[in-house]
C-alpha cells in the first residue's frame, strides 16, 4: 500500500520570505501523480499544485514551485514571497495512476504565516 | 460554479443513533468522492461514485456505513449504531472527469457523545 509521510507537523515563515514543506512517499509503482493541498482554518480544501510522475519538470504555480525527486521518493514544496493568507494546513497526497481514484493523504503540516 | 455543497455542517448524535449527511456536488462533476478526518490527520478515502455507480470502497466503509448516489447527482453518506470513533470531518469532493482536480465541500462535522 502507498504511504505519505510529512514528518515536519509545524513550520512558521516570516511574510515575504521562502519556506520549503517536505513530503516523502512510498510506492512501488511508476505511474501515479502527486499533489499538495491547502487547508485554511475553517474552510475548505483546495488543491495547490499537483505532478505527473512521468514528468521530469517541476510543477510550478505561480508563488509555487515543487521539487520532485522520483528516485528518492521526495516531494517538497516551496512557497515564495510567503503571504499572511498561506497560513494553513498543508497535505501531500499521492494517486495511483492506474486506475483508482484514492487520494492518500499526508498527516499534514500547519504552517504560519509572521507579519 | 457554486461548490460543493454539505448538509448539514454540524451534528452531534448520541451513541447508537443513526445519521444522514448530505453532499451536493459542482453540477456537471459526474465524480463524487466521501473522505473522513479525524484530528491532526489526513483524510481517508472512504468510497467513490462515477456518476450513480459506487466504484470504489474502502476497508473503512464497515458495514455500519452506506453511500448512495441515486441519480447520479446529489450523495447521502448514512453511519448506522454510530460509535464515539466515528467523531471526525466527513468531506465531499467531486471532480469533472478522470484526473481533473478535486473540488472539497467545507465538510459535516460528527460528534457522537
Known amino acids: 500500500a502507498q504511504t505519505v509521510t510529512q514528518s515536519q507537523p509545524e513550520m512558521s515563515v516570516q511574510e515575504a520570505e521562502t519556506v520549503t514543506l517536505s513530503c516523502t512517499y512510498d510506492?512501488?509503482?511508476?505511474?501515479?501523480?502527486l499533489f499538495w493541498y491547502k487547508q485554511p482554518p475553517s474552510r475548505q480544501m483546495i488543491l495547490v499544485i499537483r505532478?505527473?510522475?512521468?514528468?521530469?519538470q517541476n510543477a510550478t504555480e505561480n508563488r509555487f514551485s515543487v521539487n520532485f525527486q522520483k528516485a528518492a521518493k521526495s516531494f517538497s514544496l516551496k512557497i515564495s514571497d510567503s503571504q499572511l493568507g498561506d497560513a494553513a494546513m498543508y497535505f501531500c497526497a499521492y494517486r495511483s495512476g492506474g486506475g483508482s481514484e484514492k487520494l492518500v493523504f499526508g498527516k499534514g503540516m500547519k504552517l504560519t504565516v509572521n507579519p | 460554479d457554486t461548490g460543493v455543497s454539505q448538509d448539514p455542517r454540524h451534528k452531534i448524535t448520541k451513541r447508537g443513533q443513526n445519521v444522514t449527511f448530505r453532499c451536493d456536488p459542482i453540477s456537471e462533476h459526474n465524480r463524487l468522492y466521501w473522505y473522513r478526518q479525524t484530528l491532526g490527520q489526513g483524510p481517508e478515502f472512504l468510497t467513490y461514485f462515477q456518476n450513480e455507480a459506487q466504484l470504489e470502497k474502502s476497508r473503512l466503509l464497515s458495514d455500519r456505513f452506506s453511500a448512495e448516489r441515486p441519480k447520479g447527482s446529489f450523495s447521502t453518506l448514512e453511519i448506522q449504531r454510530t460509535e464515539q470513533g466515528d467523531s471526525a470531518m466527513y468531506l465531499c469532493?467531486?471532480?469533472?472527469?478522470?484526473?481533473?482536480?478535486?473540488?472539497f465541500g467545507n465538510g459535516t462535522r460528527l460528534t457522537v457523545t
Open positions: 469532493a467531486s471532480s469533472l472527469r478522470q484526473q481533473s482536480p478535486l473540488h
Open positions: 510506492t512501488s509503482e511508476s505511474d501515479y501523480y
Open positions: 505532478q505527473e510522475a512521468y514528468k521530469q
